[in-house]
């Protein structure tokens, strides 16, 4: 669904200062990756399509490592907050940066990757029309350990928001949770900020305070429940990750079926955020598609084909048990089974390449085949060559590597082996099992010395006992 939004009065918070302890890692939790794609990423993909006024992201646990990742967008501010001292304080840092015209704030965590644009646009509908001071996105779970829990009165009005460290076991039943995503009129939010205590299990200032604090003062508090509760899923441990990648993979997976992919036994699939499929495309059951990987119309992939940011043209076909990696295949190339190609392997349009065959830093020409147990490393190649099975080019003398190149036509018999530096020209023949260490000229077969073939006659060859 396309959205065009525009919110010139609304500022986005996005709170990111976390270490995320429960993830136990070096890394900040924002920058862990689901399918791929960090997950501030995901977070600040969706708040851009609201075209807010502005979005202030905070930062505290490694910031650097999070702005190096981030850069700097035009209209991103960033916040910073020293000691983490919870939601609420996040929040409050970034009263000074949010600019003079802005009516409303859009709270979000930067651990919600799952969170579509139409659901905060719904929640700012809701805001604007109940004319609320504070809304909040809720949603409903069977699991709500870890979630901050609505809390409702016998009337079944609001009450407040209570954290799960702070529940009582009864509180801890409710399965009404905080999706901690909030739309607060912005001089409310601050004069609200600014009551909040931190007399609490976690020693923190929580920005769920805001709700009681409101309702105290005579201001309305509205919530907006998900009908999708997956959306809101945060992630706070390995396991949350997890299940919150199958859930991603589930909507990825969906979205290109319906953009016409043809996706078998789809949950065995794995299809990273930002891959890029043609139509009428299959992807065989177990493949991966990961990172850049771009693939074009009517292209075969798989089973268990592995492309790790690899451009792959119209009409391809790759099949089972192949890897590849920061390749690009022309159109109606064929590749595997096992085949495996390497960073700067450039196959032009219907070049072949066979099973147990590496290719690594080379160009191979129009047309050209290397259908069996051959390894081409540093190589120009041109169109309709023929590489014999078990064809290697020595491109490594230990210390530096050298170049082969070959021109067009040229036909290599089985197990030669290339010695680069070395030059074959085009339609040069060279014959079976050669060491070629010199220039190769056009025409004619080049041969290197074979050793005579002998018969010994009346050897025996070791019989087993049982023969
Ligand atoms: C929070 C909410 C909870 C809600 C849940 C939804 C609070 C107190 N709790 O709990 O009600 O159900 O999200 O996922 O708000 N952060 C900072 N600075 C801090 C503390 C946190 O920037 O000092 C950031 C974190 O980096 C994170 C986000 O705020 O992105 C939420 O913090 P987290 O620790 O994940 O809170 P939860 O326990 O998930
Ligand atoms: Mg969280």
Redesign the pocket.
Known sequence: MFFEQHHPELQVCV????K?KRMRSNQP??LHKVLGRAMIDYVLHTVEELRPCSIAV????ASQQVRAHVGQPANLEWVV?D????????VKQCESVIPGDVEDVLIV????PMLRCSTLDALLNAHRRNKASVTMLTASLDHPF???RIVRDGKGKITG?V??KDATDEQRLIRE????IYCVHRKVLFDLLHQVGNRNAQG?Y???DIVPLALGGGLSVASVPLADASE?Q?V?DRVQLARVEVCMQQRIIRDWQLKGVTIEQPETVRIEATVRIGVDTTIKAGSQLLGTTCLGDEVTIGPYAVLDDTWVDDHVQIFAFSHFQGANLGAGVKAGPFARLRPGAELDEDVHIGNFVEVKKSVVGHGSKINHLSYIGDTVMGSGCNIGAGTITCNYDGANKHQTSIGDGVFIGSDTKLVAPVTVQSDATIGAGSIITKPVQSGGLTLSARPDQRHVPHWQRPRKKSD
């Not at 965590?109 to 919600?112: A, K, N, S, V």
């Not at 949770?177 to 901690?180: A, D, N, P, R, T």
Request: aromatic fraction near 4%.
């Open positions: 709170l990111a200062a976390g995320g939790k924002v905070v930062t505290g646990h907050q000691r983490q001292l919870g939601t609420g304080h996040a965590c930067g651990d919600t870890g979630y901050g928001v954290e799960e949770v905080s999706s901690g923190e929580y920005l769920p809101i945060g706070n």
